[in-house]
C-alpha cells in the first residue's frame, strides 16, 4: 500500500514559464492574430471541416456524439493519408499515413486507426483529433463552426455552409462523391487517393471562389468587422508589407524584427497602431527571455554546491560576480547606466540570438540580459508612443508579470548601484518568484515543475533552464497567405499588393 501523499510523486514537466511572465505575451499575440493559432497549420482545412460537417449531416446525420467522432476521425485520417500520398505538410497524422503508405498494400483500411481505442494504431490520440485541438476554437472565432442543441460542432448555417458549398465546388462531384464514400468506409486505394489529390491543401486554385473566401475571411471589412477581425486583417497586412520590403516570403523572425522599429516609409494609421502593438509584443518577449536568463543563472550558481545555497549566499555571490565585471559600468546608479545606452542603436536583436541560443555560459548571458533590460528600460523612457502602448496592453498590478511590472520595478530606486538592484532583482522577481510560481502548478494542475528544491533552508539544484521564446502565430500566418496565393518566394503577389494598396 502507498501511504505517500498523491501529491508528492514528481511528474516530469519542463515548465515553460518558470517565471509567470510568458503568460502575458501570449495574451498579446493571441489578440494579434485572433482567428490562426499556432497549430492551425494548413488553410483549406476551415472549409474541409465545413464540408465534413455539412456531408454528415446531410447523411442522415446522428445526434450520438460518438458517431459524429468517428465520421469526424475517419475523414481527418483520409485527409492525412491524401496528404501524404501527395508529400503534402501541414497535416496531422501524416507520420502514421506515410507509414501505412510505406507498407505498400493495395487498399489501406483505416476504420481501427481512426478510433480512440489506445490498443490500436492511432493516426492521432487526441480523442476529437486535429479539429478539436487546433481548429475548432479558431473556426468558431470565424464565424464558420458552433454546437447545435446535442452538444455536437456543427457548420454555422450561413458561413459555415458557404465553405462547404465552395469546397464541394472546388473539388467537383465526383471527387466530392469519392470523398464521402470513402470517409464511410475507412477504407482506400492508391488510385483513390491519385483521385482525391484535388482536394490535398495546396491545392486551392488562385483566383477561385474558394481562394477569395479564404481572403475573405482574413481579411476584415474595416467598415463591418468586428476589433478581432481588424485586429487579424491588420497583422497579415503587416506580414505582406514585411515581405514587400525584403523581397521575399518571410519568416517569423523577419516579421519579427520588421515591426520592431518605426518605419522610414509612412504606413497607414491603422497598420502603424498594430505594428506598434508587435513592437510591444516584442519588447514583451524580450523581457521575459532576459528575466529567464537570470533564472538560468542564479540555477547555476546553486549548481556550484552540493548543498545548495541560501537566499543570502545566492544574493552575496550574484554581488561577488558583478563586482568582478568592472568594466560594464555596474557600479553606477541605475539610472545613470540605462540612461548611457542609445536605445536607438542598442542591438537588441545580436542579444536575443544570444540569450536564446542554447550555447553560451549563463554568466555570461546574464550579463547581456541586464544590458537588455537597461535598454528596454531606456526604449520605453525615450518612446513615450511605446510607453503609453505599453501601460495600455498589461496591467499595472495582479499575480502576472509582464513587461510593464518589470520596467515599474526597475523604475524604483533608480539610485541603486547595478550590482544593488539585480542582486534584489534575482532574489525577489526570479529565486522567489520562480517557487511561488511552481508551487501554484503543484496545487493547481498537480505538475511539478521545480527547477530548484528548498530543504533546510537551503535551495538545491534540480535542473538546468533555457530561456525560450513565445511563438506568436506567425508561421501558420505566413503559410496562410501562400496557401491562398498571396505570397510566394518573390514576395507579395500582384493580387497581395493591391491589398496593400487599398488599404493605403
Not at 553606477?332 to 537588441?348: L, N
Not at 510607453?387 to 539610485?415: I, Y
Request: charged content about 25%; overall charge negative; hydrophobic content about 45%.
Amino acid at each position: 500500500m502507498d501511504l505517500l501523499p498523491q501529491w508528492t510523486e514528481k511528474a516530469e514537466k519542463r515548465g515553460l514559464d518558470p517565471l509567470g511572465i510568458q503568460n502575458s505575451g501570449v495574451l498579446l499575440y493571441q489578440a494579434l492574430l485572433p482567428g490562426i493559432s499556432n497549430v492551425t497549420l494548413r488553410m483549406r482545412y476551415y472549409c474541409y471541416y465545413c464540408w465534413v460537417s455539412e456531408t454528415y449531416a446531410r447523411s442522415g446525420a446522428s445526434d450520438d456524439f460518438e458517431a459524429w467522432r468517428t465520421w469526424l476521425r475517419r475523414a481527418e485520417a483520409l485527409y492525412a493519408l491524401v496528404a501524404a500520398y501527395a508529400n503534402e505538410t501541414g497535416v496531422g497524422g501524416t507520420e502514421w499515413a506515410n507509414g501505412r503508405l510505406a507498407a505498400g498494400k493495395k487498399v489501406i483500411d483505416f476504420a481501427a486507426a481512426a478510433t480512440t481505442d489506445r490498443s490500436q494504431k492511432l493516426y492521432l490520440r487526441q480523442a476529437l483529433g486535429v479539429f478539436g485541438g487546433a481548429y475548432f476554437s479558431q473556426m468558431e472565432e470565424l464565424g464558420l463552426f458552433t454546437y447545435n442543441k446535442h452538444g455536437i460542432q456543427v457548420a454555422t448555417r450561413e458561413l459555415g455552409k458557404r465553405a462547404a458549398i465552395l469546397f464541394a465546388n472546388a473539388i467537383g462531384p465526383d471527387v466530392a462523391k469519392l470523398l464521402k464514400k470513402k470517409i464511410a468506409d475507412a477504407s482506400v486505394s492508391v488510385p483513390d487517393l491519385e483521385r482525391l489529390s484535388g482536394i490535398a491543401p495546396s491545392e486551392i486554385e488562385e483566383g477561385s471562389a474558394e481562394c477569395e473566401f479564404y481572403e475573405m475571411l482574413l481579411f476584415a471589412d474595416a467598415d463591418t468587422a468586428s476589433e478581432n477581425a481588424r485586429s487579424r486583417s491588420a497583422s497579415l497586412r503587416l506580414v505582406l508589407e514585411t515581405a514587400r520590403a525584403i523581397a521575399e516570403s518571410p519568416g517569423p523572425e523577419d516579421v519579427r524584427w520588421h515591426l520592431f522599429n518605426p518605419p522610414a516609409d509612412f504606413l497607414p494609421l491603422e497598420l502603424e497602431a498594430q505594428r506598434l502593438n508587435w513592437e510591444v509584443y516584442n519588447c514583451q518577449d524580450l523581457m521575459q527571455v532576459a528575466a529567464a536568463s537570470l533564472l538560468a543563472w542564479a540555477i547555476s550558481l546553486l549548481n556550484t554546491s552540493d548543498g545548495g545555497l541560501s537566499i543570502p549566499e545566492i544574493r552575496a555571490q550574484v554581488v561577488d560576480d558583478l563586482v568582478s565585471q568592472a568594466e560594464t559600468g555596474f557600479a553606477r546608479s541605475w539610472g545613470e547606466f540605462r540612461s548611457k545606452i542609445d536605445s536607438a542603436k542598442y542591438d537588441f536583436r545580436a542579444t536575443w540570438n544570444q540569450l536564446t541560443n542554447s550555447r553560451g555560459a549563463p554568466d555570461e548571458k546574464a550579463i547581456a540580459a541586464i544590458q537588455l533590460m537597461a535598454a528596454l528600460h531606456q526604449r520605453t523612457l525615450e518612446r513615450p508612443d511605446l510607453a503609453g502602448r505599453v501601460d495600455q496592453g498589461f496591467p499595472a498590478r495582479g499575480m502576472a508579470h509582464s513587461l510593464r511590472t518589470e520596467l515599474n520595478w526597475l523604475a524604483l530606486k533608480e539610485d541603486q548601484t547595478v550590482i544593488e538592484k539585480i542582486a534584489d532583482y534575482v532574489v525577489e522577481r526570479v529565486v522567489r518568484r520562480h517557487s511561488w510560481v511552481a508551487m501554484q502548478k503543484l496545487r493547481r494542475q498537480r505538475d511539478y515543475t521545480f527547477l530548484f528544491e528548498a530543504r533546510d533552508g537551503r535551495l538545491i539544484y534540480l535542473k538546468g533552464y533555457q530561456p525560450v521564446a513565445t511563438t506568436p502565430r506567425l508561421v501558420p500566418a505566413i503559410q496562410f497567405l501562400e496557401d491562398i496565393h498571396l505570397l510566394n518566394e518573390d514576395g507579395p503577389t500582384a493580387r497581395a499588393r493591391s491589398l496593400l494598396e487599398a488599404a493605403a
